[in-house]
């Protein structure tokens, strides 16, 4: 979070008191569940003040690595993202597509990505989606 600081010029003393203050916040989250403690060792309490702006900052900066980055981005035909629910439409072959999940896996060790192969339909979160070519554009259908 602190490069995003940086790279808007922000000073250090600023980025330094930033990192100290969301340190603090975000470590030792803790929930009680049935009268027990619980610690998360990594990663953010669902409802927790902080964990829909961090976890979005954190995607943010994931979408933008990738995409930048990896030789095969530039088959990403379309990508959208709800909070942590990506959906991407590929234009490669599935070597290639296999290879692009592998390397977003290899993003962070606590974020896990899924393929779902969906051919002209798929789920996307409470959605069906289907997708009709016409004149090499994509619409939604709403027949399906």
Request: with cysteine; aromatic share 12%; net charge negative.
């Amino acid at each position: 979070m602190t490069s995003i600081l940086q790279s808007k010029k922000v000073h250090q003393d600023l980025i330094n008191e930033f990192r100290s203050l969301i340190t603090l916040c975000l470590s030792n989250n803790l929930c009680v569940f049935k009268g027990k403690k619980y610690r998360f060792p990594d990663g953010l309490p669902m409802g927790g003040p902080l964990s829909s702006l961090v976890a979005d900052v954190f995607m943010d900066d994931l979408e933008s690595s990738v995409l930048d980055s990896h030789p095969n981005s530039s088959s990403v035909r379309f990508w959208t993202r709800y909070v942590d629910d990506v959906l991407c439409m590929w234009r490669g072959s599935v070597s290639e597509l296999q290879k692009f999940h592998d390397y977003l896996n290899n993003f962070h060790p606590s974020v896990s990505f899924t393929v779902e192969v969906g051919g002209s339909k798929i789920s996307y979160l409470d959605l069906t989606i289907a997708f009709v070519e016409s004149d090499n554009v994509l619409r939604v259908s709403n027949e399906y």
